[in-house]
């Protein structure tokens, strides 16, 4: 939380419960921005989003997956609206 970059993808799996809240991002006490991809559930990117510190971010739809990244990830990587994206990650 009051690290100075994140040199790492973050992979959120919200709540289901159909309601964007809970599919929202916030960035208080961070000191600085960073990219967030929102996902369906098939990996499908239908949203992006760059958040400064000290924000909140409220998507148009909930999302099944949330991926947070470095600033500049999204332009770094060329990841698009529609993307479908690749990743294995376990939840506990």
């Not at 599919?23 to 996902?39: P, Q, Y």
């Not at 499908?44 to 000290?54: G, H, R, Y």
Request: hydrophobic share 40%; glycine share 2%.
């Amino acid at each position: 939380m009051f690290k100075k970059k994140v040199d790492y993808v973050l992979v959120l799996k919200p709540k289901k419960d159909n309601h964007k809240i809970s599919s929202s991002i916030h960035t208080f006490f961070m000191r600085f921005t960073i990219d967030v991809v929102f996902l369906d559930k098939n990996k499908k990117v239908f949203e992006l989003a760059q958040i400064s510190p000290w924000n909140l971010y409220i998507p148009k739809r909930p999302a099944d997956y949330i991926l947070e990244m470095e600033k500049e990830s999204i332009e770094k990587h060329q990841i698009a609206i529609g993307d479908k994206l690749n990743f294995v990650c376990e939840f506990r």
